[in-house]
């Protein structure tokens, strides 16, 4: 089946410009997170989704960022203002939320990335 | 920050078993050891997960010392397209907001011919 999507692959904007980067999860993974991977790094945790609310926004930098889930499905990342320091690859995950068995079934299904250049 | 540590890189040869290492001396009981892999510009690929019990899929073995302290996810033929950075991460048992993965720097597995 189809895995994680994340569109654009490849976005340059200039400093102080407004981004999009869109993610559109497994069909039917109720749970959505998004990570950032500066070069040479491994992924940091931003957000997470379950459903249509943020359960967990503790990894967001500042007030800039700012993510949205309205039908708990697609999930778009919005920057604004964006500097020089936000180049990164910006990484989506979904995954199905439970337990089988006694064992943990809500393993992370990652999409290819936004490889975002703030010039 | 990262509860586990690996060694920065390791090299294989191509067909052969490559063994990697990964402490994790402060797990508690509650939590999963897990394997991620990230080939150069991809996004990472899960592997594999585990409690305290050994596991195997198609793709690797992963074995967890008794204490739960440590553990070596074992690829049994090493390829070319193995060469990946490898990433092990402790998470809790349940979901939530305790379910988002924290990544270290993993382990640059270089698969030589």
């Known amino acids: 089946g189809a895995g994680v999507s994340q569109t654009p692959s490849n976005k340059v904007t200039e400093k102080g410009k407004y981004v999009e980067l869109r993610c559109d999860p497994i069909?039917?993974?109720?749970?959505l997170y998004w990570y950032r991977q500066s070069l040479g790094q491994g992924p940091e945790f931003l957000i997470y989704?379950?459903?249509?609310?943020?359960?967990?926004d503790s990894g967001l930098p500042n007030d800039r960022f700012f993510a949205v889930r309205p039908e708990g499905s697609v999930s778009t990342l919005k920057i604004q203002r964006t500097e020089r320091g936000d180049s990164a690859v910006y990484l989506c995950?979904?995954?199905?939320?439970?337990?089988?068995?006694?064992?943990?079934?809500?393993?992370?299904?990652f999409g290819p990335g936004t490889r975002l250049t703030v010039l | 920050d990262a509860k586990t540590t690996q060694p920065p890189s390791m090299d294989c040869a191509e067909g052969r078993a490559a063994n990697l290492p990964c402490n994790h001396s402060t797990i508690s009981g509650n939590e999963y050891v897990y394997w991620y892999r990230q080939i150069h510009s991809q996004g990472p690929q899960y592997i594999i997960h585990?409690?305290?019990n050994n596991e195997t899929n198609e793709m690797a073995s992963l074995i967890i010392t008794e204490d739960r302290k440590s553990s070596t996810l074992i690829l049994p033929h090493a390829t070319l397209r193995d060469t990946a950075v490898y990433y092990c991460?402790?998470?809790?048992?349940?979901?939530?907001?305790?379910?988002?993965?924290?990544f270290g720097k993993g382990t640059k597995l270089s698969v030589k011919p």
């Open positions: 069909s039917g993974h109720t749970a």
């Open positions: 989704f379950q459903g249509t609310g943020a359960a967990d």
């Open positions: 995950a979904s995954s199905l939320m439970g337990l089988a068995g006694g064992r943990r079934t809500d393993t992370q299904y």
């Open positions: 991460i402790v998470r809790p048992l349940h979901g939530g907001s305790q379910g988002n993965l924290i």
């Open positions: 585990g409690l305290k």
